[in-house]
């Protein structure tokens, strides 16, 4: 299987004050291509962390990410942001919709970023994300008048629409109830088998961990080997 995502070594330490945060102690993870992976963990353990390391959100300390074959540790801003918005797809808890767009608008925008799709083309491509999450009749609603799931649906085809190789979700159905929750992981799972796209979960959502093909376990920082585990969806 090709590799997606490595880390070699990571450490990420945050200074606070005179004290210094030890946010990840030498992680060393390798998620191959088309995975359905969890990385779990307690509040405060590191996962958000690990998963800003891997969408080049924040550096490391020290240590190396690799995305898709590339190092990023020597990538400027403006190569991160390349690479976040050529290779990899968000998808926030508090879905980050734009308020003043509407529902296409809002999907459309990373293609608008790109800027390499004609208007012909980025419609098409708009078109089939909102028939894969099944929004057809609120194409033109603004997030405020959009349920929670509703929103949701919408940040998944935002971080699909440019066809990324890896999606990555920080506590995708935190802010939704049990049913809508389900649907939602249920939907991520079939773009996930459909695409092969790689999925990497930051979660403590034990809906979510049984549909995993593996649950990677991160504790003060470091990776748990005794509980590394294949997912129940493996």
């Given at each position: 299987m090709a590799t997606s995502v490595e880390l070699k070594s990571v450490v990420k330490d945050y200074p606070l004050g005179k004290l210094t945060v030890h946010a990840l102690r030498g992680v060393d993870v390798v998620i191959g291509r088309g995975e359905f992976t969890v990385i779990a963990g307690p509040s405060g353990s590191g996962k958000t962390t690990l998963l800003n390391m891997i969408g080049c959100v924040d550096v490391p300390t020290s240590g190396q990410v690799v995305i898709d074959g590339?190092?990023?540790?020597?990538?400027?801003?403006?190569?991160?942001?390349?690479?976040?918005?050529?290779?990899?797809?968000?998808i926030f808890q508090t879905f980050n919709l734009i308020p003043v767009l509407s529902t296409v608008q809002n999907i459309e925008f990373p293609l608008l970023l790109q800027g390499r799709l004609g208007k012909a083309e980025r419609q098409q491509r708009v078109a089939?994300?909102?028939?894969?999450?099944?929004?057809?009749?609120?194409?033109?609603?603004?997030?405020?008048?959009?349920?929670g799931g509703q929103r949701q649906?919408?940040?998944?085809?935002?971080?699909?629409v440019?066809?990324?190789?890896?999606?990555?979700?920080?506590?995708?159905?935190?802010?939704?109830?049990?049913?809508?929750?389900?649907?939602?992981?249920?939907?991520?799972?079939?773009?996930?088998?459909?695409?092969?796209?790689?999925?990497?979960?930051?979660?403590?959502?034990?809906?979510?961990?049984?549909h995993a093909r593996r649950i990677v376990h991160i504790v003060d920082g470091a990776i748990d080997p005794a509980a590394a585990a294949p997912g129940a969806g493996a």
């Open positions: 590339q190092p990023t540790a020597k990538l400027d801003d403006r190569g991160r942001t390349s690479l976040r918005l050529e290779k990899l797809g968000f089939e994300m909102i028939e894969l999450v099944d929004l057809k009749a609120q194409v033109q609603q603004r997030p405020n008048e959009l349920s649906r919408v940040a998944i085809a935002r971080a699909l440019t066809q990324p190789g890896i999606v990555l979700a920080d506590e995708p159905t935190a802010n939704l109830d049990s049913v809508t929750g389900m649907r939602i992981i249920d939907l991520m799972k079939e773009i996930n088998q459909r695409q092969q796209t790689t999925f990497i979960f930051s979660t403590h959502d034990p809906r979510i961990m049984s």
